[in-house]
C-alpha cells in the first residue's frame, strides 16, 4: 500500500499526514510536487491540509489547476482512491471531484478544536475500521469550512447516502449546537457517489497518537491500508 | 543639516555632528537615511545598551547568546532549541492586523535564519479595558491568526491582559521557537571576501519605510498618517520562504542566513558584516529586484517590505542555492559581494550612492547617558482596612469572570494550536508543550509577566515574572533552561522611567542568575507612551522554554481522576497588594507586589520537579494570579471534575481573603493518588517546603465546607464569559 501525499505550495499538513503514514502506520510514503504528471505508482492519494497557492482567489481555486491535479482527476475516474483533508477537501470541490463548496465559517473566525464526527459509512475503504455508526473524535482547523450545496444536490447526497461525517455531540446526536462552522446539515465530509474520494473538514492525522489527545484518526488510515490489503488478497 | 530633514530621519543635532566628525565630510542622503535607521533607538539600543549587559547570558547549554537572530540552546540528542520574542507595539497601535501579522512573519524569519525549523509561536499581548480597545484586540488576534494559521506553525500560548494603561498603546510581543540539529545552525556572519550576497524572497517596495525610527519615537495624534510605516504581511510568501530555506540545509553552499526586518536591506547587510572583524560588503542596489517602478537608492535601502532575506553563498556556487528558491517560485538576486574593506559600500549600477564604516553603522550611535530618578513610590495598601471577605464564592465568580482571569479559550480556537503534530499540552494551561519528534523530548514553553507588580516595583516585578515563567515550565513536568525578554517601557527620557527601565534589567539579571537561567535572546521596545501622558505599566515579558527528557510524563494543570488527593506546594502570606482580587473587588491598584525569596522559590520547584519525574503526581498548576481559590477552580474546570474541601481556617496574621485571594509566589496545586501521599510528605520534608492538604477530588462542585460551594457549570459560565 502506497500513500502519496501532494504537496502545493502552501500546503501544511503534508508532513503531518506524512508522519501518521510513515511512522505511526508504517505504511509507504511518497510526496508529490504540485509539478508532478506522474503518481508514481500510489494507491491512496493524500491532498492535505494548508493554504495551496495561499487559497488566493478562493479556497483551493487555484490549486485545481495544478500538473497534479490533471493525474489526481483521471486517477479518480479510473476508481483510485482520493482522500482531500482540510484544504484537500476545498481543492476537490473546486475540480469537480465532489459536489458542493466550502464557505467562511458562520462565526466569521478561525476554528482550531475537537469535534465529535458520526460516521455514516463504514462500507468505504476510508472508513471500514469504524463501528457503524461511531462516534469518533476528530480536532478541526479552518476558517472556510462551512459545507454549502444548493437543495438539489444535498438532497442527491442525503438520499445516495453521500455524507459519510457529520457534527455530532459526544451522545451522537446530530445537534445545532455540535455545529462548529455552520455546514449545511452538519455535514463534516462526503463521499463522491462511486465511493473512493473521500473529502473531509477534520483532521484525522492529528488524532493517531494518544499522546496527541486521541487515536480515532488512525482508523482512517487503518482502514484505507487494510482495504488496499483485502483487494490483494482477493 | 535642516533639522527638519534629521528629525525626519530620527537623528539629534548631536548625532549628526558626531556622523561628520567621523566621516570627515557631511553624509550624503542616502547615507543619512541608513545612519538613521540603523542609530534609532529600535536599533542602535542607545538608550539600553549598556544595561542590558548586566543580563546573564552564559549556561553550559548556550551555543548562542544575543547578537544573532535568535539564541540557541542544546536540549541533548543532537538537537538546539532556537529562540526569540520581539515587539511589534508602535504598528499595531495603529495597524493592529498587519502590525501583529506582520510581527508574527518577522519572528519566524529570525528563527528561520537561524537554520531552525519554526515549530511553535506565542504571544504576549495587552491592551486597554473592552469594549472601547475591541478594534486593537480584535485586529491584534486576527492578524496572529491570520498569519500563523496560514503559514502553518501552531500558536500555543501567551497572555492577554488589560489595563488602562494599554488603551493608546498596545504591547503585542510575538516569539518562536525552532529546532534544528546541532551541526546544522546556521549564523548570519558575512564570511569569505568575494562570497556573493543574494536576495530572496518578496519583491523590494516602498512600504514600510521608516518603521524603524517610527518605533522608536512616542506617538502623538498624528500617528495614524505613519500607517505607510506599516508593513503588509504575506504568510503565503513566508511559507514559501520558510521551506527553500529548510531546503538550503542541502547544500553545504551557504555561508549565512539573515532576517531583513527593521531598517530593511541597510541593517540586514551592516549586521551580517558587522559581526566579522573587518568584513564589510559591496552592493548594488539596481539588481534588487522592486514591486513598483521609480524607487531611489534611498527607497531602496530602507524599504521593510516583509518576507525577505539575505543569504551569502559562496563565491561560484550562486546557481546551486538559487536553484532551490526557485523550486519554491521565490525571486532570488545576487545584489553584492563580501568584502574586507569593512565598508558597507552602495551602487546604483555604476554610480556610488553611499560609503559608510560598518563600525559606524552599527556600533556607532553614541550611547545616551540617561537618569533615572525613582517616582512617587505607589499608594499604600493597608490590609487592615480592608473589609473582610463576605462571600467567598461570589467574589470567585467575580474573579473568574474578570477580563484578566477568564477563559482565553475564545481566542486560542482560532489559532491552528495543532499542525504540526507535536503539541502533546495544549494551550490553556500553564505552559504548553511540543514533542521533538524522533525522539522522548518534550519542549515546554510559556511567556509571561504581571506587569502590575512591575509598576507597583519594577524590580520586584521583574524577578516575579521570571519565576513565573519558570513555575509554569515547571508545573508541566519540565525544567526550564533558558529566557528570551521583551522590554516594553515608556518614554525613557522621562527619569522616573530610565529608573523603570534600570530597576526591570536589575531584577532580571538577579532572578535569571538565581535561577541559572541565561537570557539568550531579546527586545527592547521603549517610547511606549501617547502624547507624554499616557505610559504603559513597565512590561518585561518573560519567554522561557523548558525541556523534559521524557514526554510520557508530563503533566497538565486539570484535575485527572476522582478521589486524588488536592495539595497546596508553598505557603501563603498576606499578599493582596497589586492582586486581581484588590482590583476587581475593591477597584485599586495599590500596595506592594508580594515578597519572593528565591531560595524558597527554588526549593519549591525541587519539591514538584521531583515528584513529577517520580511520577507521583497526577496534575500540577501554578499558584499566582488570582490566588489559590481561583487556581483551584481552573483545576476543576480543565480537567472537568471539582474537588471538596474542609473549611479553611487561615492561622493569624494570615487572613481569609488572603488565603483564598492572595497571589503568594512560590505555590502550586497538584492533586497525587493517596497512595502517594508519604512520598510527597517525605519530599516536602527533605526540601523544608510546607505541604497542606487542601481536599479531595471528585464530584461536579467545587467546595469549602461552609465557606463556599459552587457548580463546575456555574464556574464555568463565569470563566468562559469571553466565549458569551
Known amino acids: 500500500m502506497k500513500f502519496g501525499v501532494v504537496v502545493f505550495p502552501g500546503t501544511w499538513s503534508d508532513r503531518d499526514c506524512g508522519w501518521v503514514v510513515d511512522q505511526v502506520l508504517g505504511a509507504e510514503l511518497t510526496y508529490l510536487w504540485h509539478r508532478d504528471t506522474d503518481l508514481k505508482g500510489c494507491d491512496c492519494i493524500i491532498l492535505p491540509g494548508g493554504f495551496a497557492y495561499g487559497d488566493y482567489l478562493r479556497t483551493g481555486a487555484i490549486a485545481r489547476f495544478a500538473p497534479v491535479m490533471e493525474q489526481v482527476g483521471e486517477f479518480a475516474d479510473r476508481g483510485g482512491l482520493v482522500w482531500g483533508i482540510c484544504n484537500g477537501f476545498q481543492v476537490l470541490c473546486e475540480a469537480g471531484l465532489l459536489p458542493g463548496a466550502l464557505i467562511r465559517n458562520a462565526s466569521l473566525e478561525f476554528r482550531c478544536e475537537w469535534t465529535n464526527l458520526l460516521v455514516e459509512r463504514t462500507d468505504l475503504p476510508f472508513t471500514s475500521k469504524c463501528a457503524e455508526r461511531e462516534v469518533i473524535r476528530v480536532p478541526i482547523a479552518h476558517g472556510e469550512g462551512s459545507y454549502f450545496a444548493d437543495p438539489a444536490t444535498l438532497s442527491r447526497l442525503e438520499q445516495r447516502g453521500q455524507v459519510v461525517f457529520r457534527y455530532c455531540g459526544p451522545d451522537g446526536r446530530v445537534v445545532p449546537g455540535a455545529n462548529p462552522n455552520g455546514s449545511l446539515h452538519n455535514i463534516a465530509g462526503i463521499v463522491n457517489a462511486r465511493g473512493n474520494v473521500l473529502g473531509m473538514m477534520p483532521h484525522p492525522e492529528r488524532c493517531s497518537e494518544a499522546e496527541l489527545g486521541g487515536t480515532d484518526g488512525l482508523k482512517l488510515f487503518r482502514s484505507v491500508a487494510d482495504g488496499a490489503l483485502k483487494v490483494l488478497v482477493s | 543639516m535642516d ?114 525549523r519554526p515549530i511553535a509561536l506565542l504571544d504576549s499581548l495587552r491592551f ?61 556572519r558575512a564570511e569569505g571576501v568575494g562570497n556573493s550576497i543574494l536576495l530572496v524572497g518578496a519583491d523590494t517596495g516602498r512600504d514600510g519605510i521608516h518603521g524603524a525610527s517610527f518605533a522608536s519615537v512616542e506617538l502623538d495624534e498624528n500617528s495614524s498618517e505613519r500607517r505607510p510605516a506599516v508593513q503588509v504581511g504575506n504568510p503565503f510568501l513566508e511559507k514559501c520562504l520558510l521551506e527553500a530555506c529548510m531546503d538550503l540545509s542541502h547544500t553545504d553552499a551557504v555561508v549565512a542566513i539573515q532576517d531583513l526586518g527593521a531598517a530593511g536591506l541597510t541593517s540586514a547587510v551592516a549586521e551580517c558584516a558587522g559581526r566579522v572583524e573587518g568584513a564589510g560588503a559591496r552592493i548594488d542596489v539596481g539588481r534588487v529586484p522592486r514591486r513598483e517602478r521609480g524607487m531611489t537608492p ?56 553611499a560609503h559608510l564604516p560598518v563600525r559606524l553603522l552599527t556600533e556607532g550611535a553614541p550611547m545616551r547617558r540617561l537618569v533615572g530618578v525613582a517616582p512617587e513610590p505607589p499608594l499604600d495598601l493597608v490590609i487592615d482596612a480592608l473589609p473582610p471577605l463576605a462571600d467567598a464564592g461570589a467574589t470567585l465568580l467575580r474573579l473568574l469572570a474578570s477580563p ?110 538565581a535561577l541559572e537561567l541565561p537570557i539568550v535572546s531579546g527586545n527592547v521596545s521603549l517610547y511606549n507612551d501617547s502624547n507624554g501622558d499616557s505610559a504603559i505599566y513597565p512590561t518585561p515579558v518573560v519567554g522561557m522554554v523548558g525541556v523534559i527528557d521524557d514526554y510520557g510524563k508530563r503533566l497538565g494543570a486539570g484535575f485527572r481522576a476522582d478521589g486524588d488527593f488536592v495539595l497546596l506546594i508553598g505557603s ?92 503568594s509566589p512560590s505555590r502550586y496545586i497538584v492533586s497525587v493518588p493517596s497512595r502517594a501521599m508519604p512520598e510527597m510528605q517525605s519530599l516536602a520534608r527533605r526540601h523544608h517546603v510546607e505541604l497542606s492538604l487542601l481536599g479531595l477530588t471528585g464530584g461536579d462542585t467545587l467546595e469549602f465546607e461552609g465557606q463556599l460551594k459552587l457548580s463546575l457549570a456555574e464556574l464555568r459560565q463565569a470563566w468562559e464569559v469571553m466565549l458569551a
Not at chain 2, 498596545?170 to 540539529?181: E, I, K, S, W
Not at chain 2, 539575505?310 to 526557485?326: A, D, K, M
Open chain 2, 3 to 116: 533639522e527638519r530633514r534629521l528629525r525626519e530621519v530620527a537623528l539629534t543635532p548631536d548625532e549628526y555632528r558626531a556622523i561628520v566628525e567621523q566621516l570627515k565630510r557631511a553624509p550624503n542622503e542616502v547615507e543619512l537615511g541608513m545612519l538613521g535607521v540603523l542609530w534609532s533607538e529600535h536599533c542602535s539600543y542607545k538608550s539600553s545598551k549598556a544595561l542590558l549587559r548586566r543580563l546573564p547570558s552564559t549556561g553550559a547549554a548556550v551555543i548562542q547568546g544575543p547578537g544573532e537572530n535568535a539564541g540557541a540552546v542544546s536540549i541533548g540528542e543532537g538537537w538546539a532549541v532556537v529562540f526569540k520574542i520581539e515587539s511589534h507595539n508602535h504598528p499595531s497601535a495603529i495597524e493592529p492586523y498587519q502590525g501583529a501579522a506582520t510581527g508574527v512573519g518577522g519572528i519566524i524569519r529570525d528563527v528561520i535564519a537561524m537554520g531552525a
Open chain 2, 128 to 188: 486597554g479595558p473592552l469594549p472601547e480597545s475591541g478594534r486593537h484586540f480584535e485586529g491584534v488576534v486576527a492578524g496572529i491568526g491570520g498569519y500563523g494559521n496560514c503559514i502553518g506553525i501552531p500558536t500555543v500560548g501567551g497572555e492577554i491582559y488589560f489595563e488602562d494603561c494599554y488603551a493608546n498603546n498596545p504591547v503585542v510581543n510575538a516569539m518562536c521557537v525552532g529546532l534544528v540539529r546541532t551541526d546544522l545552525l546556521m549564523r548570519a
Open chain 2, 298 to 353: 534611498y527607497d531602496v535601502m530602507l524599504s521593510e517590505s516583509q518576507e525577505r532575506m539575505l543569504v551569502v553563498v559562496q563565491r561560484g556556487r550562486e546557481r546551486e542555492v538559487e536553484s532551490i528558491f526557485h523550486a519554491w517560485d521565490l525571486t532570488s538576486a545576487a545584489i553584492g559581494e563580501v568584502t574586507d574593506d569593512g565598508h558597507l559600500t552602495v551602487f546604483d549600477s555604476r554610480d556610488q550612492v
Open chain 2, 404 to 513: 484578566n482571569l477568564s477563559s482565553r479559550r475564545g481566542v486560542f480556537r482560532r489559532y491552528d494550536h495543532m499542525v504540526g503534530d507535536a503539541t502533546v499540552v495544549p494551550p490553556g494551561g500553564d505552559a504548553a508543550m511540543l514533542r521533538v519528534k524522533g525522539t522522548r523530548l518534550g519542549l515546554a514553553m510559556t511567556a509571561d509577566c504581571n506587569a502590575r507588580y512591575c509598576h507597583l516595583d519594577p524590580h520586584l516585578g521583574a524577578q516575579l515574572a521570571v519565576a513565573e515563567a519558570a513555575r509554569n515550565i515547571i508545573a508541566t513536568g519540565a525544567r526550564p533552561i533558558a529566557v528570551t525578554d521583551c522590554l516594553n517601557l515608556a518614554n525613557p527620557d522621562r527619569p522616573e522611567v530610565y529608573w523603570e527601565l534600570e530597576e526591570t534589567v536589575a531584577g532580571l539579571a538577579y532572578a535569571c542568575r
Open chain 2, 572 to 663: 501563603s502570606q498576606n499578599d493582596l497588594g497589586g492582586s486581581e482580587y484588590l482590583k476587581v473587588e475593591h477597584g485599586y491598584v495599590a500596595g506592594r507586589p508580594p515578597a519572593l525569596d528565591l531560595t524558597r522559590e527554588q526549593a519549591v520547584n525541587r519539591v514538584v520537579l521531583a515528584a513529577a519525574q517520580s511520577g507521583y503526581l497526577h496534575s500540577a498548576h501554578d499558584c499566582a494570579d488570582g490566588g489559590m481559590l481561583v487556581a483551584l477552580a481552573e483545576c476543576s474546570l480543565l480537567g472537568g471534575t471539582g474537588v471538596r474541601c474542609p473549611a479553611i481556617r487561615p492561622e493569624p496574621p494570615l487572613r481569609l481573603d488572603a488565603a483564598f485571594f492572595g497571589e
